[in-house]
């Protein structure tokens, strides 16, 4: 009887295989196609306590995804009523702290639909088919995987049935962990 051997997959796979996955990586990536958003999502790093530049790896990323999603609805409430006119009568529309309340959840939700639109593009981006073998895995054998590429099934040829995707369902992804 053949035995069964699993495997758990995480990200140091795919950096043994020269693959450029890391959170970094990602980053240069929108750099080239949106650096608006990249310096954005810094901004909301930063505005969460974070210091964007030494966030070098998915797992502090996925984490701050998680904050950057988190609401803090005092904290939204400070800071639309100190950002707005004191006195209803003559505030503005662009004073009135729903206004500044929308702004705020407004930009984070855009930021978040972004690297979910850029996502797949840069998934996609990463030549998996060019690295090379260096791992003598078994197509019977059973992978649990924490990685957003395909490196199992195009390098290894393993089947779909065997891999249990963390970060994919279908053809979608899905990022970060611990938060809806």
Request: charged fraction near 30%.
């Amino acid at each position: 009887m053949n035995e069964l051997t699993g495997y758990l997959i995480g990200n140091g796979f795919d950096l043994q295989h020269k693959l450029k996955t890391r959170y970094c990586d990602f980053k240069a990536y929108l750099m080239r196609i949106d650096p608006e958003t990249a310096e954005k999502i810094d901004e909301i790093l930063e505005e969460c306590g974070f210091l964007a530049k030494e966030i070098k790896e998915w797992s502090c990323f996925e984490e701050y995804l998680g904050e950057m999603t988190n609401m803090d609805f005092d904290y939204l409430l400070d800071e639309a009523f100190e950002n707005s006119e004191k006195d209803m009568d003559r505030a503005s529309y662009w004073e009135d702290p729903k206004y500044n309340i929308d702004i705020y959840t407004n930009e984070r939700i855009k930021i978040m639909k972004k690297i979910s639109k850029y996502w797949p593009g840069w998934i996609n981006s990463i030549q998996v088919e060019n690295a090379k073998v260096i791992f003598d895995l078994k197509k019977n054998d059973v992978y649990i995987n924490f990685n957003y590429t395909k490196t199992l099934e195009l390098l290894y040829k393993i089947p779909t049935n065997s891999i249990l995707h963390i970060h994919q369902k279908g053809s979608k992804y899905i990022l970060g962990h611990n938060y809806e």
